[in-house]
């Protein structure tokens, strides 16, 4: 019996393989015979990669762009583009210079008082969405509907929001935000809610979760900016001598609280948390892989979330897990180093991030060392 090759697969499951491909990928295999050929030019393949690209922040398309619209030659030179940059990268043309396309006013005065910002708004990624924060109340809007709000979300207890992050999901279908807010009045607490905009219902927001931390209890309590990415989100918290991130899986219901020697910098990027902390002339970073830490989750169900009160003493009873980090020092450059490659997996995708620079790394056995452009200012 002959072996199966890959070209007796249906050609609708080929076609579901190779949108989970890269790009160069795909372009490989059509090379290879006829029927991969005539298979890598199906419309419905490259919207699905043209998709891929978009989410993945390589492009940011038009508000009115509509893919189903477009041929393939149209779609392929949009996928060109993202990796050629904007035309107007490439030719100064005045033509092709920048052009005013519409304003959209929104009625939020932008006052600052006591180092607090009573107003703060934001453009999404796809240029669709404008996140706005005023005072205690969340809105969105429509940038192609002249500014229409198509969502809003009031704080708890009339908190103002001092910062919020917002990521619009893959889908298109949906807004997920993560606010940071203080309220003045007595009980002085500093809230952490994480809400949820669908565009296919006008006007319907869930609130999956909302945390608050005391602030008699203790002073510091929440001290960073939320970072959110997909449906993973966080927050620095300080609890007197110790500082943590709490990172919450809203999807699932879950979290986990990282322990940090010292004040951290937090980023997220899809399926990993980013953490930069200063020790001396050095700078510490680990890169976590949150699907890595399975066992170390465990379900927010344990405690009300919907109205959960942190305090001191919750917060030194919670399980939390420590990563050490590697140091960079810039000091004096002995001899080139070739850095391993750092990949970033996740499902349908991997990021290679190269790096060949010069630079002396403290790092002890069995530690990845990572690019010092990473730890750059």
């Avoid at 959209?104 to 005065?109: G, N, T």
């Avoid at 991130?245 to 322990?259: F, G, H, P, Q």
Wanted: with cysteine.
């Amino acid at each position: 019996m002959p072996s199966p090759k890959l070209e007796d697969l249906a050609d609708d499951v080929l076609l579901y393989l190779l949108k989970l491909c890269e790009i160069s990928s795909v372009l490989s295999l059509s090379q290879t015979c006829r029927y991969f050929h005539l298979l890598s030019q199906e419309r419905q393949l490259w919207i699905a990669l043209v998709q891929s690209l978009t989410h993945k922040l390589f492009r940011d398309p038009l508000p009115d762009e509509n893919l189903q619209t477009l041929s393939t030659h149209g779609l392929l030179t949009l996928a060109k583009r993202a990796a050629r940059g904007p035309e107007t990268w490439v030719d100064s043309s005045p033509a092709l210079a920048p052009t005013f396309v519409r304003e959209v006013r929104v009625p939020c005065p932008m006052v600052h008082h006591a180092n607090f910002f009573a107003g703060r708004a934001a453009l999404l990624s796809g240029g669709q969405y404008v996140a706005l924060a005023y005072r205690t109340t969340f809105m969105l809007l429509k940038v192609t509907n002249a500014g229409e709000v198509v969502g809003a979300h009031d704080t708890r207890g009339g908190a103002h929001i001092h910062s919020f992050s917002a990521e619009v999901a893959a889908d298109q279908d949906s807004v997920v935000v993560v606010l940071y807010t203080e309220l003045l009045a007595a009980p002085r607490r500093r809230g952490f809610e994480v809400i949820r905009f669908s565009m296919r219902t006008e006007g319907h927001v869930e609130t999956p979760l909302a945390l608050y931390v005391r602030k008699d209890l203790f002073n510091e309590g929440f001290w960073r900016d939320p970072e959110l990415s997909g449906t993973h989100a966080s927050i620095v918290i300080f609890n007197k001598p110790r500082w943590m991130v709490l990172v919450v899986d809203w999807a699932v219901s879950s979290y986990i609280l990282v322990d940090v020697p010292q004040r951290p910098h937090t980023s997220m990027i899809p399926g990993h948390l980013v953490l930069a902390c200063s020790s001396g002339n050095c700078i510490e970073i680990s890169i976590l892989h949150l699907d890595s830490l399975r066992e170390h989750w465990q379900p927010i169900g344990n405690l009300d979330w919907s109205a959960a009160i942190l305090n001191g003493s919750l917060l030194s009873t919670l399980p939390t897990i420590f990563f050490e980090t590697i140091s960079l020092n810039p000091g004096t450059i002995a001899e080139p180093l070739l850095f391993p490659s750092l990949c970033l997996r996740e499902p349908a995708r991997e990021q290679e991030i190269q790096h060949t620079r010069a630079c002396s790394v403290q790092h002890a056995p069995g530690r990845i060392p990572l690019p010092w452009s990473l730890a750059e200012p």
